[in-house]
């Protein structure tokens, strides 16, 4: 287990226990996380669970594939930490992972 803070646009703190092998987004759905809205269900064919990873972390994880890039162009506020949270898959090397949520999916 990882933990994992999700933290919603108006700083409301989750902290969750997240199993290894699912996506960020999942971990978020499976604990009612506010602001992840997850609309195709993690077929990376939207932006409603677009994130921002915080610290270091971006560093942990394999850069976006062009199709996740495709879909970035489209959420509101992207910065150089965004990613779309189906595509971030929860690792060990991911303990402590803090994930901010834009103010549009609060």
Do not use: W
Request: with cysteine.
């Amino acid at each position: 287990m990882v933990k994992v803070t999700f933290v919603e646009h108006n700083g409301k703190e989750s902290v969750v226990e997240a199993d290894t092998g699912l996506s960020v987004m999942e971990v978020a759905v499976k604990n009612g996380v506010n602001g992840i809205d997850a609309d195709c269900g993690g077929a990376c064919a939207c932006a409603t669970c677009h994130c921002y990873l915080e610290g270091d972390m971006v560093s942990k994880i394999d850069a976006p594939d062009p199709m996740e890039e495709s879909m970035l162009d489209f959420a509101q506020e992207r910065q150089d930490n965004s990613r779309l949270s189906c595509q971030v898959k929860v690792t060990s090397a991911l303990e402590g992972l803090v994930v901010k949520l834009p103010e549009f999916q609060g």
